[in-house]
């Protein structure tokens, strides 16, 4: 069990932290044991009655089944890449910038009455790392490939197509976000747009993982030095979150 667990503290504190709320959310709601109504964003709620931790669950429920397992599976690959690539040694700073694009998620989708936010998250996340390197070939399902600036769009098409409307229209919010920070805060003016991290973040995220010296063998691999802010995040592949962007009280 020590091996398995130095093996989690090996996965940067932001990317842990997202795997860890989404396996703690969606496995009591897909084993039934809990209702799945206290879980979901409501901003009526929210406002009057302050539910405010409804804010938080709603990211967090990534759909049941075999797409639960492609988008925890790419949730980790999209946003290990970002943390341990531009945001290396910088994990307060991605985490503020992941809190500012949750924020920003929620504004957005209040008009779209959206329970569910862990898709328009993911989006943006994905909508990140497809920035950084635009032309590197990517595939969906591997059926298809294009080139990876294409695949956020891959991704608002596949909702359109499989849940309808609502669904789509909730992940281009997460297409805006991603691509807003990404021009704000790293295209535009680097590092200025969104100030500094606030201190309470930094205290509790760290700057993340101590990387082992150059050629120190760790988990069956050589480590190499962290990479800069220009290494692309690597190429990404998908499912799909049937539960995103459903209305509450539908069927």
């Known amino acids: 069990m020590s091996g398995f667990f130095d093996e989690i503290r090996k996965i940067p504190?932001?990317?842990?932290?997202?795997?860890?709320?989404?396996?703690a959310?969606?496995?009591?709601?897909?084993?039934?044991?809990?209702?799945?109504?206290?879980?979901?964003?409501?901003?009526?709620?929210?406002?009057?009655?302050?539910?405010?931790?409804?804010?938080?669950?709603?990211?967090?429920?990534?759909?049941?089944?075999?797409?639960?397992i492609f988008n925890v599976a790419m949730l980790y690959r999209n946003s290990n890449a970002l943390e341990e690539g531009q945001y290396a040694r910088r994990s307060a700073d991605?985490?503020?910038?992941?809190?500012?694009?949750?924020?920003?998620?929620?504004?957005?989708?209040?008009?779209?009455?959206?329970?569910?936010?862990?898709?328009?998250?993911?989006?943006?996340?994905?909508?990140?790392?497809?920035a950084f390197n635009p032309e590197q070939p990517t595939s969906l399902w591997g059926l298809i490939t294009f080139p990876q600036k294409y695949f956020p769009i891959a991704l608002v098409a596949l909702d359109f197509i499989l849940a309808g409307p609502q669904a789509a229209a909730a992940s281009v919010t997460g297409i805006i976000t991603g691509y807003v920070l990404w021009m704000l805060e790293w295209k535009e003016t680097p590092g200025r747009v969104f100030g500094r991290t606030p201190g309470w973040l930094r205290a509790i995220v760290g700057d993340g993982a101590v990387i082992p010296p150059s050629g120190a063998t760790r988990g069956g691999y050589t480590v190499r030095p962290p990479r800069t802010r220009d290494v692309p995040a690597s190429s990404t592949t998908t499912g799909y979150d049937w539960g995103s962007g459903r209305r509450l009280g539908n069927e």
């Open 94 to 130: 991605y985490a503020w910038h992941l809190l500012i694009s949750a924020v920003s998620i929620i504004a957005l989708n209040i008009p779209l009455r959206s329970s569910v936010h862990f898709r328009p998250l993911f989006v943006a996340i994905t909508t990140i790392a497809s």
């Open 13 to 23: 504190p932001v990317t842990r932290f997202l795997l860890a709320s989404t396996l």
């Open 25 to 68: 959310v969606s496995l009591p709601l897909m084993s039934g044991l809990v209702s799945p109504y206290p879980f979901l964003f409501d901003w009526n709620l929210v406002r009057d009655r302050l539910q405010l931790w409804r804010g938080y669950t709603s990211f967090f429920f990534a759909g049941s089944g075999i797409d639960f």
